[in-house]
């Protein structure tokens, strides 16, 4: 089956269905994730959720990584990092669909946008909050930008973890409660190592490419076998340890998500590297969401329990 974002590529899109392929749609669900776990645990510990720091810390989230998402887009045109064998969706500064000042600058507006709601998030969770944003909005610039980039180095998945699991799970807990627990860091680092997973399919699928700009990613530096390998702990481990003792009341439910796990396991393994990853890096996107779904089911019917 031909990917629909191919298609596309021979017919250039224009006003916001330009700026909607460019911020890389499929895969924004990866900022939604962690926010719904936080707020899941944060509504079992507490009994309650106040709206309007779970909503701009949602925003935040998300205008951090379409920013990541824009900035990535014109550094790798820039540094030529986007190939000619480059299997991905279409990459709107390289094909000439916008220009590079018009990228970077649509990059600056979601993180000008995301500082803004973090001048909220600050005014109500103080020092650790502003910390947070601060080393979040410098490393979505640091990732394809700066004389090292992270993106061309084996450390891409650990940034992910990172930011897209502890740092954005354990920032919306702490809005809502002003401190942290081990449960929090522990959901955090597995909601995180799944969207880990979302990079690895997409590192893996570029391999070729990847290493004529000049990168080293974890696939490129484990290996093709070894890739596999990687990726199947990075969407199966995390379902064990939600549902395992160190995962929250409700947890087990995550196992609810292990069958589609091992379908994407046997899709990674057995799928030749190329544009057929694409619906394989959308759908591990979906694994992350369900789970943080599924985990936040088992948080409510846990609270909800006498």
Known sequence: ??????????QPPD??????????????????????????????DLGRLDTAPLVAALVGALTIQAGTNLH??????????????????????????????????????????????????????????????????????????????????????????????????????FLQAFTLTAQTLVVGAAVGAIAAAVLMANNYRDMEADR??????????????TAKLIYGTLILLPLGVLASPLGPVGGILSLGAVPLALLLFRRFVSTPRGPAFNAILAATARLQLVTAALLAIGLVMGGLAP
């Open 72 to 173: 990535n887009d014109v550094a790798d045109a820039l540094r030529g990092g986007d190939q000619p064998l480059r299997q991905g969706p279409p990459r709107v500064t390289a094909l000439g669909w916008a220009s590079p000042g018009r990228v970077r600058r649509a990059a600056l507006a979601c993180f000008a946008l995301a500082a803004l709601v973090g001048l909220f998030l600050v005014w109500r969770g103080g020092w650790p909050i502003a910390a947070l944003g601060l080393a979040s909005l410098v490393a979505g610039w640091a990732y394809s930008g700066g004389p090292r980039p992270i993106a061309y180095t084996p450390l891409g998945e650990v940034f992910v973890i990172a930011f897209f699991g502890i740092g954005a799970v354990g920032g919306t807990y």
């Open 1 to 10: 089956m031909r990917d629909p974002d191919a298609s596309r590529a021979d």
């Open 15 to 44: 006003g916001w269905r330009l700026w909607w392929l460019a911020v890389r749609p499929r895969t924004l669900t990866i900022s939604v994730a962690p926010v719904v776990a936080g707020a899941a645990l944060a509504w079992h």
């Open 212 to 225: 004529l700009a000049g990168r080293r990613t974890l696939a490129i530096w484990a290996g093709a076998e």
